[in-house]
């Protein structure tokens, strides 16, 4: 099968047409490239909506454009809703700015390749997702930058998973530990037991009465502060966002908490930390 475009030529002889001229032009190879072109167009299509990660696209000022079925269903937002709307209004608050920057970086031009970012996204109900983020300009054949195209991975199951294999590693090195944490806790147990065995007798003085308690309340301290050491250790983490902290008291506790295994091993520790 040919495809024709046609054009017909009318010969008029006072104001009778006598003839007309038929002009044919063969556009099949124009039809089946166009043909092909909307094929491509629907395969892309069924690709962007079939993916399970976000994908988007925006102008480079950061209104959305496209919003495909996986941001729906993560958002709770549908393209109605969020058409012509700046992207970074979906963004968590603290990282509204650091996407402002990025478009910022990539509509200047300063950036020619695929750019990666962590933004935290807030659905209808509020919930915050985590969200790895790829995103690289759309370019003219010239170079300009047209547009930003944006591919968002849900990492809920990825945090989950991680906060398990960190717990089971807590768990292995509590097994390592448990010999110099039981020889640990057994040294001011055995001072309470004869401390205590003192105070019982009858014929001691008010001054070592009072060493003995004191020894007492020394060993329980000890005791209370290695068992507290342990469960926080422990104890599985719920807060998965980073935030700043003092390195300083957590190695301590840490050095604190590998002493008693060390001195099993017979290794002796020295450390220098600064205030």
């Known amino acids: 099968m040919r495809f024709y475009y046609y054009r017909i030529v009318p010969f008029m002889w006072e104001e009778v047409v006598e003839s007309v001229l038929l002009l044919l032009d063969d556009v099949t190879e124009q039809v089946l490239l166009s043909e092909e072109v909307r094929r491509v167009e629907r395969h892309l299509a ?9 994908v988007l696209s925006a102008t ?65 109900t509020g919930v915050v997702l985590p969200v790895s983020w790829v995103y690289s300009p759309m370019r003219t054949d010239s170079g300009e930058t047209t547009g930003i195209v944006a591919v968002g991975r849900d990492l809920t199951e990825y945090r989950k998973l991680e906060m398990q294999l960190v717990q089971s590693q807590k768990l292995a090195a509590l097994g390592v530990m448990a010999g110099g944490i039981a020889h640990e806790i057994r040294n001011p147990l055995a001072i309470c037991y004869s401390a205590a065995q003192f105070l019982m007798e009858h014929d001691i003085t008010d001054e070592f009465r009072r060493e003995c308690v004191e020894d007492i309340r020394t060993g329980i301290n000890k005791t209370s502060i290695i068992i507290e050491n342990l469960l926080r250790f422990a104890r599985p983490v719920t807060r998965t966002d980073l935030i700043p902290i003092d390195l300083v008291p957590v190695l301590e506790e840490t050095l604190l908490l590998i002493s008693n295994q060390a001195k099993v091993q017979n290794i002796e520790l020295f450390w220098d930390v600064p205030s």
Do not use: M
């Open 46 to 54: 069924s690709v962007v909506e079939s993916a399970r990660d976000i």
């Open 60 to 124: 480079t000022d950061g209104r959305i454009l496209t919003w495909n079925t996986a941001a729906e269903q993560l958002s709770g937002y549908s393209l109605l809703e969020v058409r012509d709307s700046y992207f970074f209004e979906y963004c968590a608050p603290s990282h509204r700015k650091e996407v402002e920057t990025a478009f910022e970086t990539l509509k200047a031009g300063h950036s020619t390749g695929s750019q990666i970012g962590e933004w935290h996204l807030v659905t209808r």
